[in-house]
Structure formats: structure tokens, C-alpha cells
């Protein structure tokens, strides 16, 4: 302290370790929003990281702009008192270099409260906010590297490209992952696009026990070669013989461009479905498999609260693996045994804290999923027995709740069925009577049009309204969304208008 240069010393060394730290914190901040090293990272760990070094480096800043403070050559001798500090373009002093410091401290405050602040905050508004991060990386880099005394000797130059360098690397690969994620994203908003009707021809490469009753599969491309890309929520059918198509959720990593992970459950009055594939399916037999579809798309948002139902969990463990590690959740797993819930012992030691596993041959009593979900603001993600889903529906606004049925909802009640006339581009006008589908009926006429589930629940028969009003009787997507897609499901739905025009 004697030093009568100590504050200068402390006021470098204090810069030099903000913007290493800065540097890190920026990387970190890649690796918790691309997940790029999602195979061998931890979340938790890495968030962990990320925060420390964030408030680390913010720390350092303060104590390289106090030290400037507390320099008594600079505040007597330069004239560097607190306006110069503080005040972009006060200082006399390379005034550009050190405006670009003091903005980035600004902005560096700004992105700290604004994380602090993010659950309470709308996701766009704190995304937009932690963007600037970059513009503080760019600051400061552009700050260090012209203005002081340093600049210019050898160790400084090494220091500061090292930084450069990786800084700029951190850059391209949020770049390239971003742009590939922008593009799963924009796929699974459209439902046309969904509808993933192409037929892949697959071989089992993998075959486990997940647990009781449940069978893991890893079904790859026969001959090799990549798969198309498909966002978390996603669902193949496979073509089982005797005719049979089953819907399963993908349950693997969608940045796995290899193959396709899914989970089996024996349906105890499997008709040969699950009962075929537990039962006859062995490693390297081949089998038809459609390319992902995906009516149950994770919206961004600050908070997601995931409940699952036995099965269900499958949907959601790819929607958690791809969530950025920095995204706040929880997970209520809800099944029968422990022993039959696939996936629970894993990702209770993956995500410490933020899973809660409720077996019911270990807790006495229901868990309270509704409870749970009314008292959270967090967006509801569910996937289970249709009787979890009613319960769910019934107390969270439609506007944060997301389900995935297995079975379709019962939406009939009250509704009278009305012959209807139809006509499609090639075929031309049709009768509907009151007591056929709008599907049969284009189906026998010779329209191009599939059915799978045939109940309103798979969106396999995916129609674009062209004219009319539908009435929506299916339990694929909420009304809302198919109105503004302009789509609907001829199995089920009908029309409140007398004529409907529906095309491909
Ligand atoms: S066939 Fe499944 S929704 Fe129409």
C-alpha cells in the first residue's frame, strides 16, 4: 500500500483478470445454450460455472474501476477523477477506448440484473436482454485491447489474441448451433410440416430392458446414412406386421442424427403392437418407421414444469435433454412401481433438485400434480393417462398448458352431427352424412388422404381448410393453433358451416 503505484498495479491486474473471466463466462454461456458437449456436460454443473464466472468477472471490474478511483496519480497528476471514470467520453484520455469500457460496465450491470431477474421477466425480454453480452464481450475486447499501458509488450499481445481467439470460436459456434436450432424450431411450429409421412426403412441395432414392462429401442438407418432432423416432443410410427402402426415418442437427443430412440411399453391388452415388438423384435430385424412427426413442440419460455405419467415421460426426456442448462425446470415423474418407470434413478442423479419421482408402491397418496401445476407460473408440459391430463386441464389456463394424449379427448358432448358437403381440388363435391367421417368418405372417393389412429389423437389425416368453418372434435392441438395453421382432422372433426373446401 506504500507502493505509490500499488492502485495502478491492482487497477491492470484487475483488468487483465475481468476480461479473461469475461472471456470464460462468454464460452460457458456457449456451452449452456448450444449444449454442444451435451453427451459428456452436466447442466447443473455447467450453470454453476457460468454464474460463477460471471459474478466473478463482474467483481473484477468493479475493482479495476475503484483502483482507477483510488489511483492518486491518475485522480491528481492525469486528472482522471470519477467523471472520467464513469462517463463515457469525460475522459481526456484515449476518450474513445475508454468509453467503450465504461458502456460495457453498464451493460454488464444491465445483463446481471436482468439474469437475476429472470424468472420474473418474459423469455424474449431476458434473451434480448442477455444478447447484449455479446456487445459486452465486443466492448471490452476493443477496450482492452487499446486502451492503458499494456498494449504493445509481447505477453500482453499473446494474452490478448489467446482471448481473441476464443472469444470469436465461442461466436461461430453459437452461430452455427443457433441457426440449426432456429430451423428445428421453425419445423415444429408448422403442422404441414409435421406430418412426416415418408416411410424410413430401419433396422433394430439396440434392444434393452428400461425397466418393468418396458423395452428400449435404437432403431437406425438400414444401410446407414443420417437421419432427418426432429424436434423434442417428436413422435415416429412404426409399421408393425399385420398392418398395425404405433406411435412412439422419440425419447433420445434430437442432435442424434444417427438413430432413433424410443421406449415400449407392453400394453397389457396389446391387440400385437407392443405385444409383436416385446415378443418377436430382435436386434438387426428390419421395420418401416415414418419420419418424425411432432404435435407436442417446446415453446420458449423462462420456467417449464414437466409432468409425466409412467410412459409418458418419454416426450419429455428429449425435451429436457435439449433445453438449454441455463433454463429453469422441474420434472414430476409419477408412476405405479419404481421398478416400471423408465428413465427415474437416471435422471434423478443427472438433474439433482429439479426432479421429483412419486412411485406410488413407495408414497402413500396421489401426488397433487393439479395443486403443483395451478400454483406455478412455469409453462405445463404433460404426457400421461388421460385422466392426469383432465385433471391438469381443468386448473391451468389453456395458454401455459401443453398435453400429448395417447387417447383422444371425448369432445362430442353436445354436438349434433350434421350431414356436411365437402369438395377438394380433384375430386370434387361431396356429401357427408351425419353419421360418417369427413375421412371415410374422401378415402372412398379416392383422395390422396391417410388415417392412422383414426380418433382424432395422431394428426396423421392432416387437411388444410381452404373454406368453411371446422369444428374441431380431435385432440391433437389446441383449436387455436389449427385455426391460425388453418388445418384440421377429418376423422373426427366436422364443420360448423354447412360446406367445407380442404385440400392436401
Ligand atoms: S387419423 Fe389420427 S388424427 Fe386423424
Known amino acids: ?85 464513469l462517463v463515457p467520453f469525460a475522459s481526456e484520455f484515449k476518450p474513445v477506448p475508454v468509453a467503450l469500457g465504461i458502456v460495457a460496465l453498464y451493460l454488464m450491470v444491465g445483463v446481471a ?24 464481450v465486443a466492448l471490452i475486447t476493443f477496450h482492452a485491447a487499446l486502451a492503458g499501458t499494456d498494449p504493445g509488450t ?19 459456434v453459437r452461430l452455427l448451433v443457433g441457426t440449426v436450432a432456429a430451423q428445428r424450431r421453425r419445423s415444429a411450429r408448422s403442422p404441414r410440416v ?21 423395452l428400449g429401442l435404437r432403431l437406425v438407418p438400414e444401410g446407414g446414412g443420417t437421419l432427418p432432423v ?25 442432435a442424434d442424427r444417427w438413430g432413433f430412440d424410443i421406449a415400449v411399453r407392453l400394453a397389457e391388452q396389446s391387440r400385437g403392437g407392443s405385444r409383436f415388438i416385446h415378443e418377436h423384435l430382435r436386434v438387426g430385424d428390419p421395420l418401416e418407421v415414418t419420419t418424425p412427426r411432432n404435435r407436442f413442440g417446446l415453446e420458449p419460455a423462462n420456467d ?23 433454463r429453469h425446470w422441474s420434472l414430476v415423474y409419477i408412476g405405479r412401481t419404481r421398478r416400471s418407470m423408465p428413465f427415474a434413478d437416471e435422471l434423478i442423479t443427472r438433474y439433482p433438485g429439479r426432479v421429483t419421482v412419486h412411485a406410488s408402491d413407495e408414497q402413500r397418496g396421489r401426488y397433487p400434480a393439479a395443486a403443483a401445476a395451478s400454483a406455478s407460473s412455469a409453462e405445463v408440459y404433460c404426457c400421461g393417462p388421460a385422466a392426469l391430463m383432465d385433471e391438469l386441464a381443468a386448473v391451468v389456463p ?63 389425416c392432416e387437411l388444410r381448410v381452404t373454406g368453411g368453418t371446422p369444428l374441431h372434435l380431435d385432440s391433437v392441438a389446441d383449436d387455436a393453433e389449427k385455426d391460425a395453421a388453418g388445418v384440421m382432422y377429418p376423422c373426427v372433426s366436422r364443420a360448423l358451416s354447412p360446406q367445407l373446401s380442404l385440400d392436401l
Open 1 to 85: 500500500m506504500n507502493d505509490p503505484q500499488f492502485w495502478w498495479y491492482v487497477s491492470r491486474a484487475s483488468a487483465i483478470i475481468a476480461w479473461t473471466l469475461l472471456t470464460a463466462t462468454a464460452l460457458w454461456g456457449v456451452l449452456l445454450s448450444t449444449r454442444v458437449l451435451r453427451t459428456a456436460d452436466n447442466p447443473a454443473w455447467l450453470k454453476d460455472l457460468h454464474r460463477y464466472l460471471s459474478g466473478t468477472a463482474i467483481a473484477m471490474t468493479l475493482v479495476h474501476v475503484g483502483s482507477l478511483l483510488l489511483d492518486p496519480y491518475l485522480r491528481d497528476q492525469a486528472g482522471f477523477g470519477v467523471a472520467a471514470t
Open 113 to 136: 440484473l436482468s439474469a437475476l431477474a429472470a424468472r420474473w421477466l418474459p423469455h424474449r425480454v431476458w434473451k434480448g436482454v442477455h444478447y447484449l453480452s455479446y456487445a459486452v
Open 154 to 172: 509481447s505477453w500482453y499481445t499473446v494474452l490478448s489474441t489467446a482471448l481473441i481467439v476464443v472469444t470469436a470460436l465461442a461466436v461461430v
Open 194 to 214: 409435421a406430418r412426416g409421412n415418408e416411410r424410413l426403412r430401419m433396422v433394430v441395432a439396440r434392444r434393452v430392458p428400461l425397466a418393468d414392462g418396458v
Open 230 to 254: 426432429w424436434t423434442p416432443g417428436s413422435h415416429v410410427v412404426l409399421h408393425v406386421p399385420g398392418g398395425l402402426e404405433r406411435h412412439y415418442s422419440l425419447c433420445g437427443d434430437p
Open 304 to 326: 417449464y414444469l414437466f409432468i409425466a405419467g409412467g410412459i409418458g415421460i418419454t416426450p419429455l426426456i428429449s425435451m429436457i435433454t435439449s433445453l438449454p442448462a441455463s
Open 398 to 460: 389453456a395458454g401455459r398448458l401443453h398435453l400429448e394424449r395417447f387417447v383422444a379427448a371425448d369432445r362430442t358432448a353436445g354436438v349434433v352431427a350434421r350431414p356436411i358437403e365437402v369438395d377438394m381440388p380433384g375430386i370434387g363435391s361431396l356429401r357427408v352424412p351425419a353419421d360418417r367421417s369427413i375421412l371415410d368418405v374422401l378415402e372412398d372417393a379416392g383422395a390422396p388422404v391417410t388415417g392412422s389412429c383414426r380418433s382424432g389423437v395422431c394428426g396423421t
